[in-house]
């Protein structure tokens, strides 16, 4: 019944952008806190963003700072996640994250940073 589905991931060059959407199901989106991790092959999975369920508030992993920026409609139950400036580091796979009183993940979408 619950769900996340994460697209928008994709080939880009160092310093493109590209955009990341979450979309919800199954779940009263605005109760949940929203969140993006990464994990690259060989490397521990890791907090890139967060956005609360009320007010908006966020946060960010120092190495993204300035360059991402996450955010959501909660009318579309769905969280984005802004992407500028990207380095060859951010290649990834990219996972939405829901929380409220239990977690909820979706599948991931495929970033890679290559020239």
């Known amino acids: 019944q619950v769900q996340l589905v994460e697209s928008g991931g994709g080939l880009v060059q160092p310093g493109g952008s590209l955009r990341l959407s979450c979309a919800a199901s199954?779940?009263?989106?605005?109760?949940?806190?929203m969140s993006w991790y990464r994990q690259a092959p060989g490397k521990e999975r890791e907090l890139v963003a967060g956005?609360?369920?009320?007010?908006?508030?966020?946060n960010y992993a120092d190495s993204v700072k300035g360059r991402f920026t996450i955010s959501r409609d909660n009318a579309k139950n769905t969280v984005y996640l802004q992407m500028n400036s990207l380095k060859p580091e951010d290649t990834a796979m990219y996972f939405c994250n829901a929380r409220y009183i239990l977690d909820v993940w979706g599948q991931g979408t495929q970033v890679t940073v290559s020239s």
């Open positions: 199954g779940l009263s989106f605005s109760n949940y806190a």
């Open positions: 956005i609360s369920r009320r007010y908006g508030s966020t």
